[in-house]
């Protein structure tokens, strides 16, 4: 069995990197460590790699269909993590997953419209929103023991005869929670007596941890099921976001020929040579490696917290049941968010997700990138300690 080593430390800078390429122009200091945009800094799994070099040795790249086996693909992969049969005519390939968040509240909703969100949350859920006229309305998470809940009292409150959409994120971004099924199973009850349609965004459920089970939403009941899209891809989980790989499953035949017959007026639908070839090579030779990388991150999460227990006491980890975003509750240390956002980046040099992007109950708080090498891991946390106790 082959080890894969997530220690190594690899340069992207000068590849037109998002993370790293654009810290001068959007920060002002390119020598930031950058813990924040949500890709991991590991080397892509040889398979995929493989899988795209062998397709660039016949040298056309000319138009391209998906294939049965991309589709086999899939099916195969979701069955195999999820325990979820889904059927071929479900299935469709998108341009990313923010991009179908976009085509589902065209395809579905109208200027003036309301979008139901639940902060602290994936700041393109309101962004999304708001940029094509649509009313967002917040349903804030509530903390219990800790953890993250869903409020069901204040859901009901916010619904009226406007709210067409409530995007959920399963597993939960930032807060990195997995959703349990009844939560979901009850979810799906309220939408779907206010007929509001549901957008799972299930772009991390590969990175649910071994002691918590992902729940496709549509899979915890009928009534679920019915309401709702649901987006998947390999991105996140085989660190290959820039090829673009997501896709949707619809098991609802009434709003799939809706979503699929508008995006496919517009050639949406249609994807490019390497995400098929990366998608099949994903979710085909990639149970070890993300067996591998799940048990490192583990570990990483475990080095985190077990610091900031020791050495920074006034920073609470979340520790997230899914994903390699951990969502640090920084409130002890009194500082306004200007200040805190100041004290990561400019005295420690980290740049790190500013809590208050995600919406209300965001402040106060930090979202930390841990899929990275533990030695950056180290040192940044050990910059953050020196900064904390100049303070």
């Known amino acids: 069995m082959k080890q894969y080593n997530f220690d190594e430390i ?16 959007d920060f002002g200091n390119e020598n930031l460590v950058p813990l924040w ?17 062998k397709r660039l040795e016949h040298e056309i790249f000319g138009y391209t269909f998906d294939s ?27 341009p990313g997953i923010v991009k179908g968040i976009g085509f589902v509240l065209q395809c579905f909703t109208k200027p ?39 409020d069901f009292e204040n859901l009901e409150s916010v619904i009226d005869e406007h ?27 309220v939408c779907a007596k206010h007929n509001i349609l549901v957008i799972s965004d299930e772009i ?52 799939r020929e809706k979503f699929y017959s508008f995006m496919e007026a517009g050639e949406f639908n249609a994807g490019t040579i390497f995400a098929y070839t990366a998608t099949e090579a994903a979710y085909t030779y990639g149970a070890e490696w993300l067996q591998q990388m799940r048990m490192y991150i583990t570990e990483n999460v475990r080095f985190v917290d077990e610091y900031c227990k020791s050495k920074l006491p006034k920073i ?9 975003l951990v969502w640090l509750d920084c409130r002890d240390l009194k500082l306004s968010q200007p200040e805190l956002v100041s004290l990561f980046q400019d005295k420690a040099g980290l740049l790190l997700n500013d809590g208050s992007m995600f919406g209300p109950g965001g ?29």
């Open 37 to 53: 945009v949500a890709d991991m800094d590991f080397r892509t799994p040889d398979f995929i790699v493989n899988a795209i070099k």
């Open 204 to 255: 991390h459920a590969e990175m649910a941890y071994p002691q918590y089970t992902h729940h496709p939403f549509a899979t915890v009941s009928e009534t679920a099921a019915n309401c709702s899209i649901t987006f998947m891809a390999p991105s996140k989980t085989f660190n290959i976001a820039g090829i673009v790989t997501s896709y949707s499953i619809i098991p609802n035949a009434e709003i």
């Open 112 to 150: 003036g419209d309301k979008v139901i969100i639940q902060p602290p949350v994936y700041h393109p859920f309101r962004i999304v929103p708001e940029n094509m006229h649509r009313e967002v309305v917040y349903n804030p998470l509530k903390t219990v023991d800790d953890i993250y809940e869903m």
């Open 68 to 94: 049965d086996s991309y589709y086999n693909s899939i099916i195969e992969w979701v069955h195999y993590k999820h325990n979820w049969k889904i059927q071929r005519e479900w299935l469709s390939y998108i």
């Open 163 to 189: 709210c067409k959409v409530l995007i959920l994120c399963n597993p939960h971004n930032p807060g990195g929670v997995v959703w349990k099924k009844d939560t979901l199973v009850k979810l799906a009850e």
């Open 316 to 324: 609470k980890v979340y520790p997230p049941q899914a994903s390699f």
């Open 363 to 391: 402040e106060g708080h930090m979202r930390l990138n841990i899929g990275c090498p533990r030695s950056v891991l180290s040192s940044a946390l050990d910059a953050l300690k020196k900064a904390i106790d100049k303070k």
């Open 10 to 25: 690899i340069e992207r800078r000068g590849t037109n990197c998002v993370k790293y390429d654009l810290l001068k122009k």
